[in-house]
């Protein structure tokens, strides 16, 4: 866990650049400290906002993930 809310939006905008792969440079929903800041109106705000995530794109990722695992296990003529 972060140490404080900068160090917590810093981690999660590292993570969101990740996860775009090849979008990475992207800035989108990108935020600055000073911009969160303003929004939730204290550090402690912004440190528990970074550890919230969206359950829609978070469950669509996961399967994706694991569609492929069992597709990629099931397709091979490997021998076992």
């Known amino acids: ?3 404080n809310g900068a160090g917590a939006m810093a981690f ?3 993570l969101k650049r990740t996860m775009r ?3 990475a440079g ?3 929903k990108i935020k600055s400290y ?3 800041f303003a929004y939730y109106g204290s550090d402690d705000a912004i440190k528990a906002a970074s550890g919230r995530t969206n359950r829609g794109f978070n469950a669509t990722g996961a ?3 694991i569609g492929g695992s ?3 296990a099931n397709d091979c003529d490997c021998q076992q």
């Open 1 to 3: 866990m972060a140490a």
């Open 12 to 14: 999660r905008n590292g």
């Open 21 to 23: 792969g090849p979008l």
């Open 26 to 28: 992207s800035n989108y």
């Open 34 to 36: 000073d911009d969160l």
């Open 63 to 65: 399967n994706l993930a």
């Open 70 to 72: 069992v597709g990629a």
